[in-house]
Nanobody
Framework: VQLQASGGGLVQAGGSLRLSCAAS????????MGWFRQAPGKEREFVAA???????YYADSVKGRFTISKDNAKNTVYLQMNSLKPEDTAVYYC????????????????WGEGTQVTVSS
């Protein structure tokens, strides 16, 4: 199983980015996908998770600014990030797990490569 993240980059504070993560090697239609991030000098932390359209979870720090979505036909998960802040600067990792709750609780079955997001002030 491979999870390939893309869409990271450099953006000014207040701007937006959209991350994508394409999965291969198995179907994730009945599986949860999500995102973690790790800022320099900090521990990796949960960002968002989704299994179905009604089952989504977000870290408090990103609620109201980030939106996670999933396209089962494309085996892809997205993270729309709006109103970005310098503290959102981190490497963002795509993940897969049995349920969105499991991902929220850091029970991850699959980790992808990270994509760098840098927000300048």
């Amino acid at each position: 199983v491979q999870l390939q993240a893309s869409g990271g980059g450099l953006v000014q504070a207040g701007g937006s980015l959209r991350l994508s993560c394409a999965a291969s090697g198995r179907s994730f239609s009945g599986y949860a996908m999500g995102w973690f991030r790790q800022a320099p000098g900090k521990e990796r932390e949960f960002v968002a998770a989704i299994r179905s359209g009604v089952s989504t979870y977000y870290a408090d720090s990103v609620k109201g600014r980030f939106t996670i979505s999933k396209d089962n036909a494309k085996n892809t998960v997205y993270l729309q990030m709006n109103s970005l802040k310098p503290e959102d600067t981190a490497v963002y990792y795509c993940v897969g797990g049995r349920t969105a709750v499991a991902l929220r609780d850091s029970t991850v079955d699959y980790w992808g490569e990270g994509t760098q997001v840098t927000v300048s002030s």
